[in-house]
C-alpha cells in the first residue's frame, strides 16, 4: 500500500519523464455558482489557493485531510442527518453539471462526505498533495500542458469504461477476461494484460484507465473542452476526457 507521501516522492524524481498521470479525485470545490469555495470561509479565487488553505488548516498525517472535514461538518459537509438536509450541500463544479447533461451520469459533490460514492476526504487530500508538488509537475488545466516531461489530469474511470464500450451501470471489471475485453477495444487498442495476483474493480479500473490515457493523451479536444473557459479552469479545474 502506497502512502500519499510515497507517491508526491516518487512523482517528484519522474517529473522529466514523459508521463500523464490520472488521480481520480476533484482537484477543485465548486467555485463558479457560489462565488466561493467554501462560502463564509475562503476567499481564494484559483484552485491553487484552495489547496495551500487546505494544506495549512489541515494537521492530519500522510496529507490526510479528514479533520478539516470533521471541523466543518454541517456548515460546508455532510456527513450525517445530524447535518440537515442533504441536498442543501449537492453544489456541482461546471464539469461535473456538463458531464452529466450529456449523459455522463450523476456526479459526486466534494461536499457530500458520507458513503461509498463518496469523493470528499480523497479530494481534500488530494489537494494537499497538489499543493505540496509545488510546481514541480505542471496540473492541468491550472498549467498548461507541457511539450515534454510528465503532466498531472484528474480523471473519472466511467469514461475509460465507457470509451471501452462498457455498459452503464456494468463498468466495474472484476476479472481478466472482463479486462482484456476492455483493453483490446478499438478506443483503447492495448494488449492483454500481465495476470494479477488478486482482481478488484480498483485494480482493473486503474489498468483501464491508465490505457486509455496512453491511447488519448494525443486528441486536442480533450486539452480544450468547449464548456472550459479560463475562469472555469482556474477556479474549478476540469476532469480529463469531458470534451
Known sequence: MWSRQAVLDWLVARRSDPMLVGFDFSFSAPFMARGAHLPGETDSVRARDLWAYVDAHSADVDLGAASFLEARRSRHFYLGAADGAKADFMHFRECETWFNAQGGGKPSTVYDAIGAAQVAKSSFAGMRLLHRLDGAIPVWPFDPAPSKGAAIVEIYTTIAARAAGIRKGLSKMRG?????????????GSRPHAPLARYDDHATDAILTAAWLRASARRTELWHPQAM???????????????
Open 176 to 188: 481478466p477476461d472482463a479486462l482484456d475485453e476492455a483493453l483490446t477495444s478499438p478506443a483503447i
Open 229 to 243: 473557459t479560463d475562469a472555469i479552469a482556474q477556479s474549478e479545474g476540469w476532469t480529463f476526457g469531458v470534451a
